[in-house]
């Protein structure tokens, strides 16, 4: 954390987005010739930055209880949380009477520069990041694609990538292929290089789809590694051959998309890779569930006592496909993404089985693309860049949707935003807590403040929202990483490289009992029965 303890910092005041200021950790004016993404900037110094806080006065609340207390913070680190805490004159003091103050939102699905269907998502681990923290999430766990297959090549291409990071930020692995070198690296990444959760695609025929035994053979090694097992759950072959039945009808629209990949792909895939994972007695974490055919596979899987996780992600939550039907083929591509939106009626039922705990936590798979991007499939679906915005969303958008209108807990809340994800990650309670020796990752939310959704005043590169026009109640005021306040009065201040890589343990919660769980299974196998030679 030696960045904290600077003196001085340049400040980047950048003319195309004038609430957001950028600080550089260097003299060398190097990062201000990185932010030529956003436009020509000016620098001027900021004179001092305060590594002591004090939040006083608001509801403090963590996923197990809420109390009204103060909060003390010194160099990026939670001191103390308790009431009435005195400090001295020169520290920062921020009144959070009648607010909530809760750790910051963990995103356990994202995808920055990633290189994906000829195309590379607009937003990197910069501007992906920079709007995250406007919008209260302080951490993301982002996938590692692997190059040609390697493991370690992917790895390293991501540590470059990650280089301009304002923000903490984890790694999943995706697997595209199995040989005993892929197994060998699943070992090294886990082992050295803090990486405890491993993602096999069963769609995208012919790039990173898997079949059922590389899917087999990833359980069995994720389990002896104590690493968690990721699968995006649709049918590959069947949503090869759905696309080439809408293009044989002449269905060449952002709608094809949804129509060539239904509900019931979606669940197919969901429970085969549950059975198979039941099979292995391993814990798997199905990620964006889409539709109620997923869920309910989930929640029939829970109640039997295996060890399934659901995420749900935003655009799930709250849209519906109606606008991949619209006539201006440009709007309609935004909404593009796999699994699709889904009909109506879908994300209603989803945030019910969030509220019951049927599914977990709430990602985003934020994988953004602009008009351009998305344009290479005007005329073939099937060549839209899959993918939506929802990093500097996804806390406004559950709290209006499933606080304000009474579906869950404030503390639930927190649980599905941030503390689930820490634990099922294993950084908790580094991570997801307010807690005396928590890492200070905290927001100031106002529920009594509104919000609004645009493209014109959102802080990624992308040019277009699917949100677009949203408005609610419950509006994050300041956000504070690493100890620092990088959001605060509508204006950003983060700095360029001073994100960390937070490196995840094995073992998470999710795997107590499994070795006691297998020795059960083998004592009521009864064999192999001794038989005499004739």
């Known amino acids: 954390m030696e960045f904290f303890l600077r003196a001085q910092y340049l400040v980047c005041a950048v003319a195309l987005f004038p609430t957001l200021f950028l600080l550089s950790e260097s003299s060398n004016n190097q990062f201000c010739d990185a932010t030529n993404i956003y436009g020509d900037s000016g620098c001027n110094v900021l004179s001092s930055v305060s590594t002591k806080i004090l939040i006083k006065g608001g509801t403090v609340v963590n996923a197990h209880h809420k109390e ?11 001191v103390a949380v308790q009431p009435n805490i005195k400090v001295s004159d020169d520290i920062k003091v921020i009144d959070a009477t009648e607010k909530f103050v809760m750790p910051g939102g963990i995103d356990p699905h994202t995808h920055l520069a990633m290189e994906f269907m000829g195309s590379e998502t607009i937003d990197d681990f910069f501007s992906g990041q920079a709007a995250a923290l406007a919008g209260g999430t302080t951490m993301h766990i982002d996938f590692v694609i692997p190059v040609n297959g390697s493991l370690s090549a992917g790895y390293e291409a991501y540590v470059e990538k990650a280089k301009r990071s304002c923000m903490d930020y984890g790694f999943h692995m ?3 292929k199995w040989n005993e070198t892929v197994s060998e690296e699943m070992e090294i990444m886990v082992k050295e290089k803090g990486i405890n959760s491993f993602k096999f695609f069963l769609a995208y025929k012919g790039s990173f789809m898997v079949n059922d035994e590389i899917l087999m053979e990833g359980l069995k090694k994720c389990k002896s590694l104590g690493a968690l097992a990721m699968v995006h759950a649709e049918n590959g072959d069947a949503v090869f051959e759905g696309q080439k039945r809408m293009i044989e009808l002449g269905i060449t629209g952002p709608e094809g998309h949804a129509l060539s990949r239904p509900p019931v792909l979606e669940g197919e895939a969901t429970a085969r890779a549950i059975r198979l994972a039941s099979f292995v007695n391993s814990p798997l974490y199905v990620v964006h569930v889409m539709s109620i055919d997923a869920m309910e596979e989930i929640a029939r899987a829970r109640k039997s006592g295996q060890r399934i996780v659901g995420e749900p992600v935003v655009s799930g939550l709250l849209l519906n496909d109606s606008v991949l039907w619209d006539p201006d083929f440009h709007f309609a591509a935004r909404y593009v993404m796999s699994p699709p939106i889904r009909a109506a009626g879908h994300g209603t039922a989803l945030q019910a089985a969030l509220a019951a705990g049927l599914l977990q936590l709430v990602g985003t798979d934020h994988c953004t693309f602009n008009s351009t991007q998305k344009a290479l499939g005007i005329g073939d679906f099937r060549k839209i860049p899959n993918g939506v915005n929802g990093m500097e969303e996804r806390m406004h958008l559950v709290w209006d949707t499933m606080v304000a209108s009474g579906q869950i807990s ?24 307010i807690l005396v020796g928590s890492d200070a990752d905290i927001i100031i939310l106002n529920p009594n403040s509104s919000f609004k959704i645009s493209s014109k005043s959102h802080h990624y590169r992308t040019d277009t929202n699917v949100y677009e026009g949203w408005t609610g109640k419950g509006k994050v005021e300041t956000t504070i990483a690493g100890g620092r306040v990088v959001w605060e009065n509508d204006e950003l201040k983060v700095i360029l490289g001073a994100g960390k890589y937070i490196e995840m343990p094995p073992f998470s919660y999710l795997f107590d009992g499994i070795d006691k769980a297998d020795a059960k299974y083998l004592s009521t196998l009864r064999a192999p029965v001794k038989r005499s030679a004739t």
Do not use: H, L, Q, W
Not at 68 to 78: F, P, R
């Open 410 to 433: 404030v503390t639930d809340y927190v649980r599905i935003t941030s503390t689930e994800c820490a634990r099922i990650f294993n950084i908790y309670p580094r991570k997801g807590a």
């Open 68 to 78: 009204v207390a103060d909060v003390y913070i010194e160099d990026g680190t939670i």
């Open 174 to 176: 995706a697997i595209t």
